[in-house]
């Protein structure tokens, strides 16, 4: 259960951290591509059953 919730909470963090405001235009795919490492980690360990 907590996985699911963890895995949910890192996607929407994915969705808000990519640069589509033109505030973030400057960040890059920094941020996106940081969360997106640390999603893929979680759901590998979910699937392990490590979580």
Do not use: E, H, N
């Amino acid at each position: 259960m907590l996985s699911t919730i963890l895995i949910i909470v890192l996607v929407l963090l994915l969705i808000g951290a990519l640069p589509a405001w033109p505030y973030s235009t400057s960040w890059g795919y920094g941020p996106g591509g940081l969360l997106g490492t640390v999603l893929i980690v979680v759901v590998i360990l979910a699937l392990l059953g490590r979580i």
